[in-house]
C-alpha cells in the first residue's frame, strides 16, 4: 500500500504539468476568439463570445484543478494551488481585452423571467436583504446571478419583484421572484423560445447557489408581470409534533379563520407601512402527515390566502396551541376577529419560525419549466441532503440509547406550571413608534398645514381607540396629549403635496423643521404617506388611532386656529368619532344611526366614559381585595360585579366602619365604598341622560 502511494506521489509533477500545457491551450483559443471579436462592428465584443463555449472552458479548467487538488490534498502534497492562479490570470487578461469587468454583462438582451425558489431557512436572517443582516436568501441569489453573468446592468435595471418576504428562520419550497435576466434571445421581438433554445437558468444558476437554496423552475412573463402584485394567491404548512393537543378543537378553531376579517389582533403591529388589516382566508385545515417518531405524530396547519400580514401565519398558529391545549377556547378566535370588541392585539408569544413552510404562490397563466438533466439534479441534490439530515437523526437517536430514564423521586417537589393568563385579559401590545415615542403630526386645515407634536403612547395604549375622543372634548384636555408647533397658509393647498408633483418646498421646509431623527409622523389621507414617504423618507403612520385625532384636532379647530372658525363648513367638527360611536354601542344605543353629533352630546358622552374609565379602576382594587373576602367567608366573587363586591367586602370585613356619605370623619373602606356608590349613581344619570340627547338630536335631523 504504500509502495503504490509513493508511486501515484511520483505521478503528480507530469499530471500538474499536462494541467498547465491545457491551460496554456485554453488561453490561446479565447486569444483567438478576442481577435475574431475585434474585427467585428458590434461596440460590445464581450457579448459577442459565446457563452457556452466559455462556460465549458471555465468548467473544464475547475474540474481538472478540483481533481487534481483532490489527488494532492489525499496525499499531503502542497503545490500552491498553481491551476487557480492561472485560471484567474486567464479572466484578469480577458477582462482587460474587453474593458468590461467579468460579471458585469450591460450589452446583452434580456427578457423577465420568474424564477421559483426553494430554500431551507434555517441559517438566513429572512428571505429579504433589506436589513443589513447577512446571510439572506435573497442575498445569496442576487450573488449567483452576478457569478452566473446573468444580470444584464444592474440590479435596480432588472425590476427585481419578490411574491413575499418570509422572516428568519422560514422556508419555502415555491418561493416566486421576477426579473430581467441575459437570454438567448436576437431580437427582443421574437416568439418565445422553447426550454432547449434558451439559458437553461435552473442549471446555471444552481450551480453557483448554496446547497441550502436551489432554483427548481423558470418561466417566461409579461412586461407588466410582478411577482407581489400579480400573486393570485399564497399557500403555508406549519408542522407540528400532535403530543396531548386536541386536535379536533384546534380545527374548529381554525374554521373561524376563514374569510375576510381584520387580522390585527394576530400579526405582529406594523403601523407605519400598514393601514388595512383585512385579509382573506380561504382554506384552513389541520391534517396528519403520516411521520411518526418517538411515539409522537407530525401534523401540519395548511393555510390558503390572497395574502398575509407580518407574522399573521405564526400568530394564528399560537393562538390555536393554546386551544389545542386546553387553555383558551375556540370561541377565542372570534372575540380576537372582533375590533370592536379587541381592538388592540394582547400580548402572546408567536410559535416557532423553524416549522414555517411557503409552500406555494398561485399565478394565472405562469407554468415553470425545468429541464430533464436540471430535474434531475435537483432529485438527487435533494436525496443526498435528506440522507445527511437522517444520519443526523440517526446520531442523535443513538445519544438517546445511551441515557438511562430517571426513576421519579416520591421526595421531589413536581415543578409548577406557569399560570395561564387568558389572552383576553392581557395587556395590550404597542405599535412600533421607532426610537421616538413623541409623534410628529401634520395636520390639514382649510388653508393650510400645521404640525402638532403627540403622546405616542396615549394613541397606541390598550383601549386607546375608546378613550382617545374624550381627550378632545376641551382644549385643556387635548393640552395633554397634544402641543401645537407651526401653522403655515398655503395659497394653493393641491399644489403643496399631490401624488404628479410629490411636495412643495413650503411644506418640505416646514416637515424637516419640525421632524427629528428616528420620529414617525401621522398624516390624515394615505396618499400623503406615500407621497412623504416615496419623497421625504419619512416613515408614517396612517390608521384609526391617527384619524381619531385627526377628529379630535378637527372638533376643537376653532380652539387651535381661531382664523379658521368662519372657513370650517357648519357641522364638520361634530362628526361622529370611532371611540364615540363604540361608547354609544355598548350602552344599547346601537340603533342609533348618526353620522354628527352636537355638543351637549359629546359632554356627556365624555361624562359618561369618564364614570366607566374610573369604575375600572375602582374594580381593579376591590378585586385585589377578593381574596381576603373568599379566606373570610369562603365566598367565591370572582363573577361580581364592583358594587356587589365592595358591599360585601364593606359589610363582611369592614362592618364595624359606618357609612356616612360626606361625613369627613368616616374610614378608608367607608370613603372607598362612597365613591363608588357615587361613580355608579353618576354613570346611571349620564346613561339616562345620554339617551335622551340622542333621541332629541334624532328627531331635530329628522325634521331637517
Known amino acids: 500500500m504504500a509502495a503504490g502511494d509513493g508511486g501515484d506521489t511520483a505521478a503528480l509533477p507530469t499530471e500538474v504539468a499536462a494541467l498547465r500545457l491545457r491551460?496554456?491551450?485554453?488561453?490561446?483559443?479565447?486569444?483567438?476568439?478576442a481577435q475574431i471579436?475585434?474585427?467585428?462592428?458590434?461596440?460590445?465584443?464581450?457579448?459577442?463570445?459565446?457563452?457556452?463555449?466559455?462556460?465549458?472552458?471555465?468548467?473544464?479548467?475547475?474540474?481538472?484543478?478540483?481533481?487534481?487538488?483532490?489527488?494532492?490534498?489525499?496525499?499531503?502534497?502542497?503545490?500552491?494551488?498553481?491551476?487557480?492562479?492561472?485560471?484567474?490570470?486567464?479572466?484578469?487578461?480577458?477582462?482587460?481585452?474587453?474593458?468590461?469587468?467579468?460579471?458585469?454583462?450591460?450589452?446583452?438582451?434580456?427578457?423577465?423571467?420568474?424564477?421559483?425558489?426553494?430554500?431551507?431557512?434555517?441559517?438566513?436572517y429572512g428571505f429579504a436583504s433589506e436589513a443589513h443582516t447577512e446571510p439572506t436568501v435573497e442575498s445569496e441569489i442576487f450573488k449567483a446571478i452576478e457569478r452566473a453573468r446573468l444580470l444584464v446592468g444592474s440590479r435596480e435595471d432588472s425590476c427585481y419583484s419578490r411574491c413575499g418576504r418570509t422572516d428568519k428562520g422560514v422556508s419555502a419550497t415555491g418561493q416566486v421572484i421576477s426579473l430581467y435576466l441575459r437570454s438567448n434571445l436576437k431580437d427582443a421581438g421574437e416568439n418565445i423560445l422553447g426550454e432547449r433554445s434558451e439559458i437553461d437558468y435552473v442549471s446555471v444558476l444552481n450551480r453557483n447557489l448554496p446547497r441550502d437554496i436551489r432554483v427548481i423552475g423558470w418561466?417566461?412573463?409579461?412586461?407588466?408581470?410582478?411577482?407581489?402584485?400579480?400573486?393570485?394567491?399564497?399557500?403555508?404548512?406549519?408542522?407540528?409534533?400532535?403530543?396531548?393537543?386536541?386536535?379536533?378543537?384546534?380545527?374548529?378553531?381554525?374554521?373561524?379563520?376563514?374569510?375576510?376579517?381584520?387580522?390585527?389582533?394576530f400579526c405582529k403591529m406594523d403601523a407605519a407601512n400598514v393601514s388595512n388589516y383585512k385579509r382573506y382566508i380561504t382554506d384552513f385545515n389541520i391534517s396528519a402527515c403520516d411521520q411518526r417518531s418517538n411515539h409522537d405524530e407530525l401534523w401540519s396547519m395548511n393555510i390558503r390566502g390572497s395574502a398575509f400580514l407580518w407574522h399573521q401565519v405564526r400568530c394564528m398558529a399560537a393562538v390555536l396551541f393554546f386551544v389545542g391545549q386546553g387553555l383558551e377556547s375556540p370561541c377565542v378566535v372570534?372575540?380576537?376577529?372582533?375590533?370592536?370588541?379587541?381592538?388592540?392585539?394582547?400580548?402572546?408569544?408567536?410559535?416557532?419560525?423553524?416549522?414555517?413552510?411557503?409552500?406555494?404562490?398561485?399565478?394565472?397563466?405562469?407554468?415553470?419549466?425545468?429541464?430533464?438533466?436540471?430535474?434531475?439534479?435537483?432529485?438527487?441534490?435533494?436525496?443526498?441532503?435528506?440522507?445527511?439530515?437522517?444520519?443526523?437523526?440517526?446520531?442523535?437517536?443513538?445519544?438517546?440509547?445511551c441515557l438511562s430514564i430517571p426513576e421519579p423521586n416520591p421526595l421531589e417537589h413536581p415543578k409548577k406550571k406557569r399560570k395561564?393568563?387568558?389572552?383576553?385579559?392581557?395587556?395590550?401590545?404597542?405599535?412600533?413608534?421607532?426610537?421616538?415615542?413623541?409623534?410628529?403630526?401634520?395636520?390639514?386645515?382649510?388653508?393650510?398645514?400645521?404640525?402638532?407634536?403627540?403622546?405616542?403612547?396615549?394613541?397606541?395604549?390598550?383601549?386607546?381607540?375608546?378613550?382617545?375622543?374624550?381627550?378632545?372634548?376641551?382644549?385643556?384636555?387635548?393640552?395633554?396629549?397634544?402641543?401645537?408647533?407651526?401653522?403655515?397658509v398655503f395659497a394653493d393647498k393641491a399644489d403643496a403635496i399631490n401624488l404628479d408633483d410629490g411636495l412643495n418646498s413650503q411644506l418640505t421646509d416646514m416637515l424637516l423643521k419640525w421632524h427629528q431623527p428616528g420620529q414617525k409622523l401621522a398624516v390624515g389621507k394615505p396618499e400623503y404617506k406615500t407621497i412623504i414617504e416615496a419623497r421625504l423618507g419619512i416613515p408614517c403612520l396612517f390608521d384609526e388611532p391617527v384619524m381619531e385625532v385627526m377628529r379630535g384636532l378637527n372638533y376643537l379647530m376653532h380652539s387651535f386656529f381661531p382664523e379658521e372658525k368662519s372657513k370650517q363648513a357648519e357641522g364638520e367638527c361634530l362628526r361622529m368619532s370611532r371611540g364615540l360611536r363604540m361608547l354609544?354601542?355598548?350602552?344599547?344605543?346601537?340603533?342609533?344611526?348618526?353620522?354628527?353629533?352636537?355638543?351637549?352630546?359629546?359632554?356627556?358622552?365624555?361624562?359618561?366614559?369618564?364614570?366607566?374609565?374610573?369604575?375600572?379602576?375602582?374594580?381593579?382594587?376591590?378585586?385585589?381585595?377578593?381574596?381576603?373576602?373568599?379566606?373570610?367567608?369562603?365566598?367565591?366573587?370572582?363573577?361580581?360585579?364592583?358594587?356587589?363586591?365592595?358591599?360585601?367586602?364593606?359589610?363582611?370585613?369592614?362592618?364595624?366602619?359606618?357609612?356616612?356619605?360626606?361625613?369627613?370623619?368616616?374610614?378608608?373602606?367607608?370613603?372607598?365604598?362612597?365613591?363608588?356608590?357615587?361613580?355608579?349613581?353618576?354613570?346611571?344619570?349620564?346613561?339616562r341622560r345620554l339617551s335622551r340627547r340622542l333621541k332629541r338630536h334624532m328627531k331635530k335631523l329628522n325634521k331637517k
Open 219 to 265: 418561466c417566461p412573463v409579461a412586461a407588466d408581470f410582478l411577482a407581489r402584485f400579480s400573486c393570485l394567491g399564497r399557500e403555508y404548512k406549519y408542522l407540528f409534533w400532535k403530543r396531548a393537543l386536541d386536535v379536533s378543537k384546534m380545527q374548529k378553531a381554525a374554521f373561524k379563520f376563514i374569510g375576510e376579517h381584520d387580522f390585527r389582533n
Open 334 to 401: 372570534d372575540s380576537l376577529l372582533d375590533i370592536t370588541k379587541t381592538p388592540r392585539k394582547p400580548q402572546y408569544t408567536m410559535a416557532p419560525e423553524l416549522p414555517l413552510i411557503l409552500r406555494s404562490c398561485l399565478f394565472d397563466g405562469v407554468s415553470f419549466m425545468c429541464s430533464s438533466d436540471a430535474s434531475q439534479a435537483l432529485i438527487e441534490h435533494l436525496k443526498d441532503e435528506h440522507h445527511q439530515y437522517m444520519l443526523q437523526a440517526a446520531i442523535f437517536d443513538e445519544a438517546l440509547t
Open 584 to 687: 354609544v354601542d355598548r350602552y344599547g344605543f346601537d340603533d342609533v344611526k348618526l353620522d354628527n353629533v352636537n355638543e351637549c352630546i359629546i359632554e356627556t358622552a365624555c361624562m359618561l366614559n369618564d364614570c366607566d374609565r374610573c369604575l375600572k379602576s375602582i374594580g381593579e382594587s376591590w378585586r385585589g381585595a377578593s381574596a381576603f373576602l373568599e379566606g373570610v367567608s369562603s365566598i367565591n366573587s370572582q363573577d361580581w360585579d364592583t358594587l356587589k363586591m365592595a358591599t360585601a367586602l364593606k359589610m363582611v370585613c369592614f362592618s364595624e366602619e359606618k357609612i356616612v356619605f360626606g361625613d369627613p370623619h368616616e374610614g378608608t373602606v367607608g370613603r372607598f365604598y362612597n365613591r363608588t356608590v357615587f361613580m355608579y349613581e353618576s354613570r346611571a344619570k349620564g346613561q
Open 420 to 488: 395561564h393568563i387568558p389572552l383576553l385579559s392581557r395587556e395590550a401590545e404597542l405599535a412600533d413608534l421607532g426610537d421616538n415615542l413623541l409623534i410628529m403630526v401634520m395636520f390639514e386645515t382649510p388653508s393650510g398645514f400645521a404640525v402638532f407634536y403627540a403622546d405616542g403612547i396615549s394613541l397606541y395604549e390598550p383601549d386607546a381607540m375608546q378613550n382617545l375622543w374624550g381627550n378632545f372634548v376641551t382644549e385643556n384636555r387635548a393640552n395633554h396629549i397634544v402641543w401645537r408647533k407651526d401653522f403655515q
Open 23 to 33: 491551460i496554456l491551450e485554453l488561453e490561446r483559443e479565447n486569444q483567438r476568439l
Open 37 to 124: 471579436v475585434s474585427t467585428c462592428s458590434c461596440s460590445s465584443k464581450e457579448d459577442n463570445i459565446p457563452s457556452s463555449l466559455a462556460e465549458s472552458c471555465d468548467q473544464q479548467v475547475q474540474k481538472n484543478v478540483k481533481s487534481h487538488e483532490s489527488r494532492t490534498s489525499d496525499h499531503g502534497c502542497n503545490v500552491k494551488g498553481e491551476g487557480h492562479d492561472d485560471l484567474s490570470k486567464i479572466r484578469r487578461k480577458h477582462s482587460k481585452r474587453t474593458g468590461h469587468q467579468v460579471g458585469n454583462v450591460s450589452h446583452c438582451q434580456k427578457r423577465l423571467i420568474a424564477l421559483k425558489i426553494m430554500y431551507f431557512g434555517q441559517r438566513f
